[in-house]
């Protein structure tokens, strides 16, 4: 029962942080435009720390394939980490994901990443997954990170469990 309702809550907690950029939930961005376009801060490096972490019923080996990277504002920077299947039968994984401190959520964007989507491995199978991000410009003007000079970034696998699919509210969907 407790597993169902852990893994129920991925759909749930990724509609809600979306939608109201909550609990260091990250933005997605859609536009390679917005990325060509931003003005790098070059004088203001954050160093980005990751963290991997798997539910109880996870038999992953999940971690980041490095520990951190300093970025600048409006630099897109590329990260992986690594997930691998132990066991002797196929696992599918969902992930979630936030950002500490939770209000430097909404300048970290997500260009391409593998969390809310259904990641199945095989027996002893084993994959990179990348995280390609930036921290937004806007960053450096919010007098709320004048101090922030470090982001963590962290992931939390969980099971997935065949046939569970929860509808997306039509205001959500793309």
Known sequence: MTVGLSYAAVPLYRIFCQAYSYGGTTGLVESDSIVSNMTVVKNRPVKIRFNADTASSMQWNFKPQQHDITVVPGETALA???????????????????????????????????????????????????????????????????????????????????????????????
């Not at 299947?85 to 936030?98: A, C, F, L, M």
């Not at 450096?140 to 990170?145: E, Q, R, S, V, Y």
């Not at 970034?153 to 039509?170: D, I, M, N, R």
């Open 80 to 174: 992986f980490y690594t997930a691998r299947n132990p066991t002797n039968k196929p696992v599918t994984g969902i992930s979630t994901y936030n950002v500490i401190p939770f209000e430097a959520g909404q300048y970290f964007n997500k260009i391409q990443c593998f969390c809310f989507e259904e990641q199945q491995l095989n027996p002893h199978e084993q994959v990179d997954m990348p995280v390609f991000f930036y921290i937004d410009p806007e960053f450096t003007d919010d007098p709320k990170m004048e101090y922030v000079d470090e982001i963590v970034l962290s992931y939390t696998f969980f099971e997935a469990k065949e046939g569970l699919k929860l509808p997306v509210p039509s205001y959500v969907k793309k």
